[in-house]
């Protein structure tokens, strides 16, 4: 969990800061085209880094649909539990007319069933279940540098409509 946050809007692009114990998180989001939007997640190292870091965002997937990868897989989502790699997914993934570029660390993991708080556990029904992307965190500690500003960069793009993946 955070310990606080920052959102700053503007015409240009909207950046929202998550502080944690021994990171900070920024979001940065430009002013979107009609069907791609980028993602940029700026990493700032602070003080000596924890095990196991990562980034995950929480992807929207419908079961009983089909999962595409850059590397030339197709698979439906089920209770089947899938756990790309990198090498899986090639690049990139799309699923319900959306296609998610992502860096060549990324992983994917299907089926989480995320925490839900009314009832202090996690949910059990497909239809709540979501895809686990998630990307390892590069911190590294640095002799004189408690607070290392911009110390990883983590691009995404969203782009919406059929064959967004082929594009160049």
């Keep these: 969990m955070p310990s606080t946050s920052r959102l700053e809007m503007g015409a240009k692009r909207d950046l929202l800061s998550l ?7 920024e979001l940065e989001v ?3 085209s009609q069907s791609s939007l980028p993602l ?5 190292g602070r003080g000596r880094p924890g095990e196991d870091l990562r980034l995950t965002l929480q992807l929207c997937l419908k079961s009983g649909e089909t999962l595409e990868t850059g590397a030339g897989r197709k698979m439906p989502l089920g209770k089947e ?5 990198p090498e899986d997914l090639g690049g990139w993934i799309r699923h319900h007319g959306w296609t998610l570029r992502v860096g060549p660390s990324a992983r994917l993991v299907w089926p989480v069933y ?3 708080p009314y009832t202090a556990r996690p949910e059990t029904g497909l239809d709540h279940a979501v895809g686990a992307l998630s990307v390892p965190l590069r911190l590294t500690p640095r002799t004189g ?3 290392r500003p911009r110390e990883q960069e983590i691009p995404f793009v969203l782009e919406v409509g059929a064959g967004s993946a082929d594009r160049q």
């Design 40 to 44: 940029r997640f700026w990493i700032t």
């Design 114 to 116: 995320p925490y839900h």
């Design 145 to 147: 540098s408690y607070v």
């Design 19 to 25: 502080a944690y114990n021994t990171f900070f998180r």
């Design 81 to 85: 539990k899938l756990e790309l790699s």
């Design 30 to 32: 430009p002013v979107p």
